[in-house]
């Protein structure tokens, strides 16, 4: 198990490096000058640009030295790939007086409580509508989890947190609006942000316990009278979760998608924000630096993913 855990560590090293290149060149590729101007975003009034300020050539000059965006594009990347090892983002064009550390230090937990947020509710509701329809097959409960979690993935998130505040904030005031400030400002976010992974993990759930209830083993346990609990527990919930255990990458992956547009919605100072405001900018360092962040997230997660796949199966140490 230690030898799986090692090269499963030491291959995500290569992948970073690659997701890292491909970011850098593409930020490039974009093209666009993050000193021209800034992000419509009303995060802050000293982090307001105008679009084509008056300024002469000789200060964007110096300003352009300072923050190294006059040399080559494979001296910067040289450059960027020392500051990553120090875990140095650099300065953002966008927000004077901050750098991109700074940013993710101050902005980093709320999204990470936003996050966490929303796997409790996938784990919690996926888990549980997956089996409670899968235990009782063809009634009307699983005929309508399944119906409402086949409309779930088809409704994308910002119209499902435009129909959450229309209904549960403006016309029930059960909810604030935006902001993230106390338990209830906290509830609507992170379910909505958790609506679509959750659905995928009770359907793929109730298919691989309905799949797992027809095998053999799962008949002879019934024929020794083991209680039915027991036997959802330890003979069809187990083998049947790990095919939800391998989803732990690409939920992450949904989630950190749906991330940007919740937190514009809601008005949440996390790093989606800040992503906006920086892409549309051409804030280059922000952007990369958030973007790396974000990556480099999702590959740890595949990586627990693939350790506690080979906890659950042992067969796939030998993968």
Excluded at 240 to 247: D, G, K, Q
Aim: hydrophobic share 55%; proline share 7%; glycine share 8%.
């Amino acid at each position: 198990m230690l030898l799986f855990v090692l090269r499963r560590a030491l291959w995500a090293v290569p992948v970073l490096l690659v997701c890292v290149t491909l970011l850098f060149g593409l930020m490039r590729a974009i093209g666009g000058s993050p000193l021209r101007h800034g992000p419509p975003l009303g995060l802050s009034n000293e982090a307001w640009v105008k679009y084509s300020d008056p300024k002469p050539d000789a200060i964007t000059g110096n300003i352009e030295r300072r923050l190294e965006l006059d040399m080559p594009w494979y001296e910067q990347y040289g450059r960027y790939l020392g500051n990553l090892a120090r875990l140095d983002f650099g300065p953002t064009t966008t927000f004077p007086g901050r750098s991109v550390n700074s940013i993710l230090k101050e902005q980093g937990p709320v999204t990470l409580e936003l996050v966490a947020l929303s796997l409790v509710w996938v784990v919690v509701l996926g888990i549980g509508l997956g089996v409670a329809a899968a235990v009782w097959r063809g009634t009307l409960l699983d005929r309508a989890i399944t119906a409402s979690t086949a409309l779930m993935t088809a409704i994308p998130v910002f119209l499902l947190a435009t129909l959450a505040i229309y209904v549960l904030s403006v016309k029930l005031g059960l909810f604030p609006t935006s902001g993230w400030n106390g338990w209830r400002s906290w509830v609507l976010p992170s379910l909505v942000l958790a609506l679509l992974p959750l659905s995928r993990v009770a359907r793929v759930l109730r298919f691989e316990m309905v799949e797992v209830g027809e095998q053999e083993f799962v008949t002879a346990a019934r024929a020794k009278g083991l209680r039915r609990p027991r036997i959802v527990k330890t003979h069809v919930l187990r083998p049947a979760s790990v095919p939800v255990l391998s989803m732990a990458g690409p939920l992450v992956g949904q989630l950190v998608l749906g991330l940007f547009l919740v937190e514009w919605i809601f008005a949440i100072p996390g790093i989606g924000r800040y992503f906006i405001a920086a892409a549309q900018a051409r804030d280059y360092p922000l952007t990369l630096g958030l973007t790396v962040v974000l990556t480099t997230a999702v590959v740890l997660v595949n990586l627990l993913s693939d350790i506690a796949l080979a906890a659950v199966d042992p067969r796939l140490r030998e993968a």
